[in-house]
């Protein structure tokens, strides 16, 4: 069974950083394409950071590039999202996803998604 399960989530001070991990089971990070999408309340899912297994298809939103930083450890099996110099509008639940075959960064193109993780910026 294919699995993904985000942890790292928290509160946090403005312009601090958090790191969140995806680990997968029942399928190789290395072979699958990653996604980290973000929703706050009221607004829609977005992608903030996508990969493709070879890593050499990577994306960033506008609104997190030079802060985020995505990155896998095949050995571990498991995804992160670094996030530095958190701002208030960093707010949502942030979502890990997966998909054996990499499009882009659209919440439609991955198939397989962890239940979340909340990120909350605030002083």
């Known amino acids: 069974q294919l699995q993904v399960v985000e942890s790292g989530g928290g509160l946090v001070q403005p312009g601090g950083s958090l790191r969140l991990s995806c680990a997968a089971s029942g399928f190789s990070v290395a072979r699958f394409g990653i996604g980290w999408f973000r929703q706050a309340p009221g607004k829609e899912r977005e992608g903030v950071s996508c990969s493709s297994s070879s890593e050499a298809r990577t994306y960033y939103a506008d609104s997190v590039k030079g802060r985020f930083t995505i990155s896998r450890d095949t050995a571990k099996n498991t995804v992160y999202l670094q996030m530095d110099n958190l701002k208030r509008e960093d707010t949502a639940v942030y979502y890990c996803?997966?998909?054996?075959?990499?499009?882009?960064?659209?919440?439609?193109?991955?198939?397989?998604w962890g239940q979340g993780t909340q990120v909350t910026v605030s002083s």
């Open positions: 996803a997966a998909n054996p075959t990499y499009y882009d960064c659209s919440a439609w193109a991955f198939g397989y």
